[in-house]
């Protein structure tokens, strides 16, 4: 059975720090992109960011560009997160996902429909 757990949320003020993790279990990942999305209350799921199947490929959105930085250790089936100087807009419950479609080596999709499965998410408030 496929299992993404995403770990790491919490409670932080602005200007603080957050390193996210999502531990894959049930397959190995490391052929596959995977990416991180977050949903703020009465809002739809967006794109945070994405990471190619070796990490040698990262994709932001430009609300977290500069300030978040994806990573994975495909030893440990796990993926990163690190969120910098956050702000109360950061406010979402955070999900992660892999892809299990190929479109070139340098694949890391932005668009949540790319993504075969999901975590159930991990909740993070930035309070001002």
């Known amino acids: 059975q496929v299992q993404l757990v995403e770990s790491g949320g919490g409670l932080v003020q602005a200007g603080g720090s957050l390193r996210l993790s999502c531990a894959a279990s049930?397959?190995?990942?490391?052929?596959?992109?995977m990416g991180w999305f977050r949903q703020a209350p009465g809002k739809e799921r967006e794109f945070v960011a994405a990471?190619?199947?070796?990490?040698?490929?990262?994709s932001y959105a430009d609300p977290v560009k500069g300030r978040y930085t994806i990573s994975r250790d495909n030893a440990k089936n796990t993926m990163y997160l690190q969120m910098g100087s956050l702000k109360p807009e950061d406010t979402a419950v955070y999900f992660c996902?892999?892809?299990?479609?190929?479109?070139?080596?340098?694949?890391?999709?932005?668009?949540?429909?790319?993504?075969?499965?999901w975590g159930q998410g991990t909740q993070v408030t930035v309070s001002s």
């Open positions: 049930g397959r190995t990942f490391a052929s596959f992109a």
């Open positions: 990471i190619n199947w070796n990490g040698g490929t990262t």
């Open positions: 996902a892999v892809s299990l479609r190929y479109d070139g080596p340098k694949y890391a999709p932005n668009t949540a429909n790319e993504y075969t499965y």
